[in-house]
Structures are given as structure tokens and as C-alpha cells.
């Protein structure tokens, strides 16, 4: 799909802390040498996250900004930065979000399971992740090619 044909549900700021939390979440290796995804990957994913949101509706949109608000104006209270999320850099991200991810204060690891869920259904649908999952396909809606057993055995 063409950026002419995806929805906008996210402000260009809302957008910046998707970016941010999405670029984190996705990192690969520890947190105190997180590597960030491929660009590729993650722009698809925050294009992706930000159509769902606006087919979703406003509420949806008002409820996704306000957590999205929320994460990132946190890590003064979690991490002990006087930073917001998105200017913190990729490994002190990943290490804010696992500590807001095992917060003791539930309603915090709600909002960040609530903004974690969707991106990482729509960060794993597709080949790259996909493949990471130990799926053999280009997409969940590729038939599966099975093997057929010589003989035609049953």
C-alpha cells in the first residue's frame, strides 16, 4: 500500500513517539547494546500502526496519543531521566521499556502492553519478521506448502 492510500490517525508528534517506541521495542540485542531494526521495517510498521489507528476511529486515536503522551514523559519517574522517551537513545529506550513493561504500578504496564500488542502484530505479520518467528512464508496468508510423502502413503 502507497502512503497515498494509508489513513493518518497519529499528529506528525504523536507520529515521532510512535517512531521512538516502535524503533526501541524492535531493537535487537541487549539493552545495554540495543541495535535499532532496519529502517525499512520500522517505517513500514509506524505507517502501518498509523493506519490502523485512524480506521480504528477517534476514540481510538485519542486513546493511543494520550498512552503514547503518557510513555513518553515517563522516563523522569522510571529511568530517572530528565528526558523524554524519544530523545533518550536506543539502549537507554530498550532499558525504559523493560522496566515499564516489569513496573510494580500495573496501570503503567498496561499502557505499555496496550501500545506493545499492536505494533508487534504488525511488526511480525510480514517476511522479515515473519521468518523470525520460525514461519516459512512471505505472509500469514500464503498457503503452506506441504511435503507430499512418496508412495502417497497415509
Known amino acids: 500500500m502507497s502512503d497515498e492510500e494509508l489513513g493518518h490517525g ?3 508528534r504523536a507520529l515521532r513517539v510512535a517512531h521512538a517506541f516502535t524503533e526501541a521495542l524492535l531493537a535487537q540485542g541487549e539493552p545495554g547494546s540495543a541495535v ?7 517505517d513500514r510498521v509506524v505507517r502501518e500502526y498509523d493506519d490502523w489507528i485512524y480506521y480504528a476511529g477517534p476514540r481510538m486515536q485519542l486513546g493511543i496519543t494520550g498512552l ?3 510513555v513518553d514523559f515517563l522516563p523522569v519517574f522510571i529511568v530517572g531521566a530528565f528526558s523524554r522517551m524519544q530523545n533518550l537513545s536506543i539502549a537507554r529506550r530498550v532499558d525504559y521499556l523493560e522496566r515499564l513493561e516489569h513496573s ?5 504496564a498496561t ?13 511480525y505479520e510480514e517476511t522479515e519478521g ?3 518467528t520460525g514461519i516459512d512464508r512471505p505472509s500469514l496468508t500464503t498457503p503452506r506448502k506441504l511435503p507430499v510423502l512418496a508412495g502417497g502413503g497415509s
Not at 535499532?36 to 520500522?42: G, T, V
Not at 510494580?104 to 503503567?108: A, E, I, R, W
Not at 499502557?111 to 511488526?123: D, E, Q, R, T, W
Open 10 to 12: 497519529l499528529s506528525e
Open 36 to 42: 535499532a531494526p532496519e529502517a525499512p521495517l520500522l
Open 68 to 70: 503514547l503522551f503518557l
Open 104 to 108: 510494580s504500578f500495573g496501570l503503567l
Open 111 to 123: 499502557a505499555f502492553v496496550g501500545l506493545k500488542i499492536p505494533v508487534a502484530m504488525l511488526a
Open 130 to 132: 515473519l521468518a523470525l
